[in-house]
């Protein structure tokens, strides 16, 4: 929408009524009928180009629309540049990743013809979608339990001593329903992994056929897969 051109009177009054008379942008506005984001905006031009009041000997009204008018700049087109979404996809997965982060980068490197962060984010969704890469998964019903720790660890503060400590996440997860069992423990030690699947067995009422954790290199005596029948 065309904002309407402020005239030369309204002007002239708005610089007499904040340099003379030393009144506030809302009384200004209330006097002169605008918002104060138009009397903002004019005396912001004025302040920068030296403009107080009265105004300077010799200042025609030609010149004081120029200087409050200014031309407007021609809309200069760029041609914006294409993140790698390849190496988006790539770099995504790793351990506190995001796609915020990722379009920094790219916005660093192209500073002056980046997309903005909503833009490049639907843009990364469609070029997800073109990719048509698919994997097809069929679980039975109490075939599978996938177990793991997750990677980000929980702070948690002794109320008493002001003591805080890293607790380590299990998470266990049924391969045909995703129910999802989860608990902190204090290591990833065999004794703390042991408990925690004797609590998460007691959590779903029974056990599945096979469990399948991560084969992590930190704990080397853990089996890949623990077939259960």
Known sequence: ???????????KEMLRMRYEARLSLRQIALCLSLSIGVISKYLKRADGAGIGWPLPEGMSDETLERLLHPAKKSVVSL?????????????????????????????????GNHYSYSRFTVLFKHWRKSQQLSMR??????????????????????????????????????GASSYTYAETTWSQSLPDWIGSHVRAFTFY?????????????????RPVVMILT
């Open 79 to 111: 041609t914006m540049a294409e993140p790698d979404f390849q190496e988006i996809a790539q770099e995504l997965p790793q351990k506190g990743m995001t796609r915020l982060l990722l379009w920094q980068e790219y916005a660093q490197v192209h500073p």
């Open 1 to 11: 929408m065309t904002t309407k051109r402020v005239t030369m009177n309204k002007l």
């Open 205 to 221: 009422g029974g056990l599945p056929e096979i469990v399948v954790p991560d084969n992590l290199k930190a704990r080397s005596a």
């Open 137 to 174: 998964q069929t679980h039975r019903i109490g075939e599978k339990l996938f177990v793991d720790y997750c990677g980000p660890t929980l702070t948690v503060v002794n109320p008493d001593t002001g003591e805080a400590r890293s607790a380590q996440v299990f998470v266990a997860v049924l």
